[in-house]
C-alpha cells in the first residue's frame, strides 16, 4: 500500500473512473477523477473566501454522501469541525465558539439551529448545494464571505485535519486536532488489517460526525482505491435492502447496531445468501463474545473486533481477518505501538493489568490549549488511554474496563466489562450494561441493565444466581433493571457513567 500521508496524496489511490463515493436510493456513483475535483474545487473556493490551511470550518450536515465528500474535501485545504446535526442551538454556540470557527458550511434549505447560533457568533454561514446532475456527494458552495486565504493551497502533512471534542462527561469537553498525517496513518493501518482492495466496497451505516465512520469507513476506503456506499445513518428496516442493492462486501458499526441487525437477520436470510459480505468489522464499544459468534455463523464470515479512540485517530489494536480471532479480546496492536504501563510510568512484561499507552503516527500530538490534561495524558512519550488492559500469551490485548468506569465497591475494583461479559453468556440476555451504583457505605455497588431477547423471560434472582456461578460474591450485581433499551450516546455506544442517575437509582 502507497505511504500516502495528505489527503490530497490519499485520494490519488483510485483509478480515474472507478467509483469513489456511492449512495443508496439509485442515485450515480461519484468517481475518482470527480471526486479529486471536487476536492481542488472546494480548496479554491474556501480560499476566495479568506479559508485555507489551519483555518477551522464547522460543518452541520445530515449523514449521506455530501457529508462525506464535505469531510475529504475540506480536509484538503482547511481544518474540519464536523458537528452532531441533532445538538440543541445551546450547544452549537458551545462548541462553534470553543473550536474558534471561521466559517460554518450547512445544507443549503436546512433549517438547523447552527444557524442561529452562527449568528449570534458573528460565524458566517456557507451553503452546500448538492448537484443532483455531478454524482453521489457531489455538490458547490454557495454564500459567505470574500477574502484572501492567509495560508492557501493543498494541506501539508503537519496541517491540521480534522478537530473533535471528547465526550465530556464531567469536566469541560477536550479538544483533539488531528493533522493530516495521523488521520492519514490511521486510515493506511485499517486498509492493512482488513486487506482492503479497490474491489471493496464499505456500507457506511456510521455517523460521518464520528471518528469511526470518518476514518474507518470514508478514509480507509478511499486510501485503498476503493469505494464507500454512503447510507443517511443507520435503519434496521432499510439495512438488508441497502445490502441487496448495495452488493458491499464490508461493513462496520458499533455493537448496539450489530445487535439490532442480528435480530433482523433470519427473516432476511435469502439476503444475506445472495449478497455475501466479505468480513464485517466492529469497534468503538466492547462485542460480548456470543454476539461475535452469532455475526459470524449467521453471515458466514469473519467478525473483526477493532478497538479505537479519538485521540488515536481510530484504530489502535484489531483482531486480524485471517485469525485467530479471539472474542472479548480486542487483538494485536494494528498501527501504533501498544504497551501496559504501570502507576510508576513503567512499561509492564506481557501478563501484568496496567493502563493501555499508545505512540505511532497516528496518535495527536496533545489536546489544545490543555496543559494540565496534556501533563495527565502524555508519559515519557506515551499516550495514556485510560484504559486497563493486560496483553495475553499470544499478545491479544484484554481490556478490564476504563479506569474511569472501573467499579470501586469498598476498595475492591470490579471491571464493568468483565461482568458484562458473563452477564450476555445467559441465553436470554441480548444486552448487558454493568454500571456504578452510588452506595451509603460502600461508596459504589455494581448494578446491571440488561434487554431480553424476544419472547424470553428471566428474573432478577435468576440473573444473579447464574453471574455468581461464574463471579465472585463482589462482583455480582447487587441490583439488575431490565430495560427495553439501554440509553445510548449521539454515537449509538452505550453509555456507563451517570447511568444510575439516569435511572434514579442508590443503595
Not at 456511492?22 to 472546494?42: I, K, P, S, V
Not at 489536546?367 to 496483553?391: H, I, L, S, V
Request: glycine share 12%; aromatic share 6%; hydrophobic share 45%.
Amino acid at each position: 500500500m502507497v505511504a500516502y500521508r495528505t489527503t490530497v496524496e490519499l485520494l490519488q489511490q483510485g483509478k480515474g473512473n472507478a467509483a469513489a463515493i456511492r449512495a443508496t436510493e439509485g442515485r450515480a456513483a461519484l468517481t475518482y477523477d470527480g471526486l479529486r475535483a471536487l476536492a481542488a474545487a472546494t480548496v479554491a473556493a474556501l480560499n476566495a473566501r479568506g479559508i485555507g490551511r489551519g483555518d477551522r470550518v464547522a460543518m452541520v450536515l445530515p449523514n449521506g454522501p455530501e457529508m462525506a465528500t464535505a469531510f475529504v474535501s475540506v480536509a484538503a485545504g482547511a481544518t474540519t469541525a464536523p458537528l452532531n446535526p441533532s445538538y440543541r442551538g445551546e450547544e452549537f454556540e458551545f462548541y462553534i465558539d470553543d473550536l474558534k470557527a471561521k466559517a460554518l458550511i450547512v445544507l443549503k434549505g436546512n433549517e438547523t439551529p447552527a444557524r442561529g447560533a452562527a449568528a449570534k457568533l458573528g460565524v458566517p454561514v456557507i451553503e452546500l448545494v448538492p448537484d443532483a446532475a455531478g454524482g453521489a456527494g457531489a455538490f458547490t458552495l454557495e454564500g459567505g464571505p470574500s477574502g484572501s486565504a492567509a495560508s492557501p493551497g493543498m494541506a501539508g502533512e503537519d496541517d491540521v485535519a480534522l478537530v473533535l471534542h471528547t465526550s465530556g462527561t464531567t469536566a469541560r469537553p477536550k479538544i483533539v486536532p488531528l493533522t493530516q498525517g495521523n488521520i492519514c496513518a490511521s486510515a493506511r493501518h485499517i486498509g492493512a488489517t482488513l486487506a482492503l482492495t479497490p474491489a471493496d466496497a464499505c456500507l457506511n451505516i456510521m455517523p460521518l460526525f464520528h471518528i469511526h465512520g470518518l476514518i474507518a469507513a470514508v478514509l480507509s476506503s478511499l486510501g485503498a482505491g476503493a469505494s464507500v456506499c454512503c447510507t443517511p445513518g443507520f435503519d434496521a428496516l432499510k439495512f438488508f435492502r441497502w445490502m441487496d442493492e448495495e452488493r458491499p462486501s464490508w461493513y462496520t458499526a458499533v455493537p448496539t447496531m450489530h445487535q439490532t441487525i442480528l435480530t433482523r437477520a433470519e427473516r432476511n436470510a435469502e439476503i444475506i445468501k445472495r449478497a455475501p459480505l466479505r468480513f464485517i468489522r466492529s469497534s468503538s464499544a466492547s462485542l460480548p463474545g456470543p454476539v461475535m459468534k452469532q455475526l459470524e455463523d449467521v453471515f458466514g464470515v469473519p467478525l473483526v473486533e477493532s478497538y479505537g479512540m479519538t485521540e488515536a485517530s481510530h484504530q489502535m489494536c484489531s483482531n486480524p481477518l485471517a485469525g485467530p480471532r479471539k472474542p472479548g479480546l480486542v487483538g494485536l496492536p494494528a498501527g501504533p505501538e501498544v504497551a501496559i504501563m504501570d502507576d510508576d510510568g513503567s512499561i509492564m512484561a506481557k501478563g501484568g493489568i496496567g493502563e493501555v499507552v499508545i505512540r505511532g503516527p497516528n496518535v495527536t500530538k496533545g489536546y489544545e490549549a490543555n496543559p494540565e490534561a496534556n501533563a495527565k495524558a502524555f508519559t515519557n512519550g506515551w499516550f495514556r488511554t485510560g484504559d486497563q488492559g493486560m496483553f495475553d500469551e499470544d499478545g491479544f490485548l484484554m481490556l478490564t474496563g476504563r479506569l474511569k468506569e472501573l467499579i470501586n465497591r469498598g476498595g475492591e475494583k470490579v471491571s464493568p466489562l468483565e461482568v458484562d461479559g458473563i452477564l450476555s453468556d445467559h441465553p436470554a440476555v441480548a444486552q448487558a450494561l454493568t454500571f456504578a451504583i452510588p452506595h451509603a457505605k460502600l461508596g459504589e455497588e455494581v448494578g446491571a441493565a440488561v434487554v431480553l431477547r424476544d419472547g424470553m423471560e428471566l428474573t432478577e434472582r435468576e440473573l444473579r444466581d447464574f453471574a455468581s456461578k461464574h463471579l465472585a460474591d463482589f462482583k455480582v450485581p447487587r441490583k439488575v433493571v431490565f430495560l427495553p433499551e439501554i440509553p445510548k450516546g449521539a454515537t449509538g455506544k452505550l453509555m456507563r457513567i451517570g447511568l444510575a442517575e439516569k435511572l434514579g437509582l442508590s443503595l
